[in-house]
């Protein structure tokens, strides 16, 4: 039972059919690792994997869905190489340490202003959803799900300026309103595939919005003139994510939401109710259906249930090294019952360390 922050939970299904395919692509007798980029049968994948984005995030002909390389942090670059001039400032939400490494990057290319954080608490709440925000700005930046903190925006506002969300820990795990944001950013290894791939979704006008001299690898308009083929893509990491993809749309959004909800109320009323055990997130209402954080009473506890865990096949639940305590991240792959298999766990470690 894997509740890792990421690379993360994928359906067991998903992994059978990707580890057939390394075998034998679906008869060709080449295997997936060897398919040729260019050919029909990764191009059929390619174009599945861009149309499921669509429908699922329900966006229009209006995106262009890229599938790159580079994970979270390319797009911490990306995002202001391309829309933060030099004279330009881009408004930033600072909720946890994401959205901060995604500022400083952006730092390199233009102004940065903070719109609001929660650092001063370490952010064990959500900062307030900026209001006031100027037309001026090049375009707002945040970040869906703090993966570390264990806090989440549970709806996408509608702004002034044009929304870039990195939604690396949360795409698709509930249903919400995509076509408020310009952009959409998500490194595949939580919700949507494993490591090597990662998803942009991004509004065809912001495409001619790019006003800096960039390499061709670094601009979202060559890769979307080219498809997602300015390079050799990362094959394998699309196919298996274009499964995930396929898995959760047979699925449908709607059970995936609530499933995950019935995860999280389970885990979060343990939390609240167990003797031994602290939620970290001070305001309830910010508590995140992924990743769920929480500490022990005494450091003796904390490592004591890392390894009652583990005895009990429990795997991923130590917390980020940045604030320690315990993680477990109930992604869309996660099943209730590991999510009450921990439960259980919480139960009969209280039972046994109680006095
Ligand atoms: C919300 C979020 N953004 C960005 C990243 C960084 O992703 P990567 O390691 O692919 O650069 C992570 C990593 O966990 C994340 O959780």
Not at 89 to 97: I, R
Not at 162 to 173: E, F, G, K
Not at 245 to 259: F, V
């Amino acid at each position: 039972m894997n509740f890792s922050g990421g690379p993360a939970a994928l359906p067991e299904e998903v992994l059978k059919e990707a580890s057939e395919a390394v075998v034998d692509y679906n008869g060709t007798g080449l295997s997936i690792l060897e398919l040729p980029h260019r050919g029909k049968d990764f191009e059929k994948i390619l174009e599945e994997a861009k149309e499921l984005v669509r429908e699922l995030c329900g966006l229009g002909s209006d995106y262009e869905i890229l599938w790159l390389h580079g994970g979270g942090r390319l797009q911490f670059c990306m995002v202001p190489m391309n829309f933060l001039g030099p004279e330009d400032t881009a408004g930033y939400v600072a909720s946890g340490h994401w959205a901060e490494e995604a500022m400083e990057y952006a730092a390199h290319y233009g102004d940065v202003q903070i719109l609001s954080t929660s650092r001063e608490d370490n952010y064990a709440h959500l900062p307030k959803w900026p209001t006031d925000v100027s037309n001026n700005l090049a375009y707002l930046h945040y970040t869906t799900n703090n993966t570390i903190y264990g806090t989440q925006f549970h709806t996408v506002p509608k702004g002034n300026v044009p929304l870039v969300a990195d939604m690396s820990s949360d795409i698709l795990c509930s249903k919400r309103d995509y076509t408020n944001c310009a952009l959409i950013y998500a490194a595949a290894q939580k919700n949507i595939g494993p490591a090597g791939a990662t998803m942009v979704a991004i509004r065809k006008d912001m495409l001619e919005r790019i006003h800096r001299d960039i390499p061709a690898m670094l601009s979202y308009k060559k890769h979307a003139e080219k498809n997602s083929l300015l390079n050799t893509p990362p094959v394998f990491a699309i196919y298996t994510s274009m499964l995930t993809l396929r898995w959760t749309k047979k699925k449908g959004i709607d059970a995936i939401e609530a499933e995950n909800r019935q995860k999280a109320t389970l885990l979060y009323n343990e939390i609240d109710r167990n003797s031994i055990f602290t939620g970290t997130v001070t305001n309830k209402a910010d508590r995140s259906l992924m990743n769920v954080c929480f500490t022990a009473n005494n450091s003796e506890n904390e490592k004591a249930f890392l390894q009652f865990c583990s005895e009990r096949d429990i795997t991923g639940i130590k917390g980020h090294r940045f604030v320690g305590g315990f993680r477990a991240s109930l992604y869309n792959a996660v099943s209730i019952q590991a999510t009450e298999s921990l439960v259980q766990a919480m139960q009969d470690f209280e039972k046994e360390n109680k006095y």
